[in-house]
């Protein structure tokens, strides 16, 4: 039988990207708006040999937000878990708690066909390898310093946060992450991030960044003035939503993904060589004390960033 393009992609996804072994049950937890590519996902689990299991809710309202305690239940009990969703499940308990039993979860919020073609054809090798090697810099860094053309200046205290990589192999036991991938992130301290930064690339919750960028001011680890044009007014009620823990400094990452490009899918965008991404929301996933149901990441296009006073990257360009 051939295989179609999405048919390859996630076999790479259930195979090499998870590792799965013999063995190994896998659960496929999908929405009615990506039940084709949790379909692909899910027959190339059986494909593969595997006790598979698909399962469709309804989709969320928001990223960050509960899946029903069933389904929740079900993440517990599986060996590998994907999850192809139009509203991630990365930063919730669900996730983390399967997680912390042993499972080996991928999600892939906002996924789109052409993004997973395109994104779990890339070298996990070569940007596993580069993702390490950041998070070990990272790990020994203690102030991060962002700066951009036009006009991104923001300080972040990470004393003591260990970094994540997101590198696309997922083969250990509680390991987790998106796929596609390619990002090295963490927690910068709460309260402890000043400044202003431009969101120029792309927005969750929003997409590409057209006209105006969004400009986020930061004062002792909240985004507490938030302006441009109509995307910046959108982002504005979201996190209204959620009173001001919403708008807590949550993530700092930079993209590892050479085959990544600005598509307005968070998932792909935030993972995008030559970039950085900044969140708001929770930040309990990556060692964090905010739990909260929203978590809203935006990209900055060409930074320059500096760790405790060392230049890493130059105009989008990284220097390790």
Do not use: W
Request: hydrophobic content about 40%.
């Amino acid at each position: 039988m051939k295989l179609s393009q999405l048919d390859k992609a996630s076999t790479i996804a259930v195979r090499d990207c998870m590792g799965t072994q013999k063995n190994e049950t896998v659960l496929i937890v999908t929405d009615e708006f990506k039940r084709k590519i949790g379909h692909s996902l899910y027959q190339s689990a059986l494909r593969l040999g595997h006790e598979s299991l698909f399962v469709e809710m309804k989709s969320r309202e928001m990223h960050g937000q509960e899946p029903p305690t069933q389904i929740a239940e079900l993440m517990k009990l599986f060996d590998v878990v994907l999850c192809p969703t139009a509203k991630s499940l990365t930063h919730t308990n669900a996730r983390r708690n399967a997680s912390a039993l042993g499972a080996r979860v991928a999600t892939f919020p906002g996924i789109t066909e052409e993004i997973m073609i395109r994104g779990l054809n890339a070298d996990y090798k070569r940007i596993a390898a580069l993702t390490i090697k950041l998070k070990v810099i990272l790990d020994n860094v203690n102030h991060v310093r962002v700066t951009s053309a036009i006009g991104t200046s923001i300080e972040m205290d990470i004393t003591g946060r260990a970094a994540l990589p997101s590198k696309g192999l997922f083969h250990k036991k509680g390991e987790s992450g998106n796929l596609p991938t390619g990002e090295a992130y963490l927690a910068p301290l709460e309260g402890k991030s000043n400044g202003v930064f431009f969101v120029d690339g792309s927005m969750a919750g929003i997409g590409v960044i057209k006209g105006k960028p969004i400009k986020i001011e930061v004062k002792d680890g909240l985004a507490f003035n938030i302006t441009g044009g109509p995307q910046a007014k959108k982002l504005n009620a979201m996190l209204n939503k959620y009173g001001d823990l919403a708008r807590n400094i949550a993530e700092f990452g930079i993209g590892t993904n050479y085959k990544a490009k600005l598509s307005g899918v968070l998932l792909e965008d935030e993972k995008v060589m030559g970039t950085i991404h900044i969140a708001l929301g929770d930040n309990k996933s990556m060692g964090g004390s905010v739990d909260i149901p929203i978590h809203l990441d935006g990209v900055v296009r060409k930074p320059t960033v500096y760790f405790d006073g060392n230049l890493i990257m130059k105009d989008g360009k990284l220097l390790i």
